[in-house]
């Protein structure tokens, strides 16, 4: 079956960095999506990967490895703010999108 | 402002008496979809539309319907609701099934069956 294993819950201190993980195994891959989730909002999007290296934004970076089916959400400077839910998601040889559970990011002063 | 429009943000019902969920999108994306979220668990897909007149189920369509008419409007059908499908509803869009953009979501309906 399509897996995809997040962390369930990680706690950061504010200035900091924190790192979430992500694995997978789909059947075929065609991207890789990290969406933010505050509680009870609607997701919004964060990354996507598709080719194995580090792709950076701002305070955000993602990593994908295809090979390990891997990724990582590297967040930096971390704000008070950034408590959310963190979720990967990868498309499938269907172009489905098959999603994590999230991890939720507290974030303490 | 580019944005998916769902309706109603809050909903409680009764068991057995149909409701439907709107969703309307003014991107012109031709894919767009149906996730409901549950605690714990990932969201899963419901339905989802490739364009106009084109639908297929995701992995847990059982108890709904959606239909396609126009490229704006997927709308949600419960038939005959159950306590089961008390959850929160996400509405999605994208320009293509096979594009890099990520999907664009709505706020969210949140829908309570007693």
């Known amino acids: 079956g399509q897996n995809i294993d997040q962390p369930t819950e990680m706690t950061a201190t504010e200035g900091a960095i924190v790192q979430i993980n992500c694995t997978y195994q789909t059947s075929g891959f065609n991207g890789l999506f990290w969406y933010q989730q505050h509680a009870g909002e609607a997701p919004t999007f964060l990354s996507y990967?598709?080719l194995d290296g580090l792709e950076e934004k701002g305070r955000f970076s993602s990593f994908l490895s295809r090979s390990k089916g891997y990724s990582y959400l590297l967040l930096k400077e971390l704000q008070m703010k950034d408590s959310a839910s963190y979720l990967c998601?990868?498309?499938?040889?269907?172009?489905?999108?098959?999603w994590g559970a999230g991890t939720k990011l507290i974030i303490k002063p | 402002e580019a944005q998916v429009t769902q309706n109603p943000r809050y909903l409680i019902t009764v068991t057995g008496k149909k409701l439907t969920v709107t969703c309307s999108q003014n991107m012109n994306h031709e894919y767009m979809s149906w996730y409901r979220q549950d605690p714990g668990l990932g969201l899963r897909q419901i339905y989802y539309s490739m364009n106009v007149e084109v639908t297929d189920k995701g992995d847990v369509p059982e108890g709904y319907k959606v239909s396609r008419k126009e490229k704006r409007n997927f709308p949600l059908i419960l038939e005959s609701p159950s306590p089961n499908q008390t959850s929160l509803y996400f509405c999605a869009s994208s320009l293509s099934e096979t594009g890099t953009g990520g999907y664009t979501f709505g706020s969210g309906t949140r829908l309570t069956v007693v």
């Open positions: 990967n598709v």
């Open positions: 998601a990868v498309k499938d040889s269907n172009y489905q999108l098959i």
